[in-house]
């Protein structure tokens, strides 16, 4: 993956690609790309559109792998999937239990490093629909990059 400065060049083709990437199971730079674009002068609704849009589209990638393996499908990526599952065993159990407890609401703490993969997968595998699915990943997505752009404005604002 290119570094947040050459991305940030790419202008928004490069932070959707950062933020697609970054809403998969891949560590990306997307808020660091953001703020960059922001600060440089890219209107701040288009830019956490964009980042929005690309995040929750990778999201749904390990969204529809859980729902792949839960329905038994695979091979080599179900094999993958379940060694990560046995190796987050406890965390995806909590994240389970926190879905059949709250709901797809939870989702929308999706954005959390680390933490919001594993509940992005137990959507897939206990079949949370997709509507609800999508509602509540763009919510907690959204917010969190419209406070790196405001960030990013209050930076520029203040000369930082």
């Not at 953001?34 to 701040?44: E, R, S, T």
């Not at 509940?119 to 897939?124: K, M, N, P, Q, R």
């Not at 609800?132 to 930082?160: D, E």
């Amino acid at each position: 993956m290119p570094d947040a400065s050459m991305l940030a060049e790419w202008g928004l083709p490069g932070l959707f690609l950062v933020a697609l990437v970054a809403g998969s199971v891949l560590p990306a730079p997307s808020e660091a790309v953001l703020a960059a674009l922001v600060y440089g002068g890219v209107p701040p609704a288009l830019a956490v559109a964009v980042a929005t849009g690309g995040n929750v589209l990778g999201a749904l990638t390990v969204y529809l792998l859980g729902r792949w393996v839960a329905r038994g499908g695979g091979g080599a990526m179900g094999r993958w999937v379940q060694r990560r599952s046995a190796r987050e065993g406890p965390r995806l159990e909590r994240a389970r239990a926190r879905l059949a407890t709250w709901g797809a609401p939870v989702l929308v703490l999706a954005w959390i490093p680390v933490v919001g993969d594993v509940f992005v997968l137990a959507a897939g595998l206990v079949g949370v629909r997709w509507g609800p699915f999508v509602g509540f990943v763009t919510l907690g997505k959204g917010l969190r990059y419209l406070f790196v752009a405001l960030s990013a404005i209050a930076a520029n604002r203040t000369g930082i």
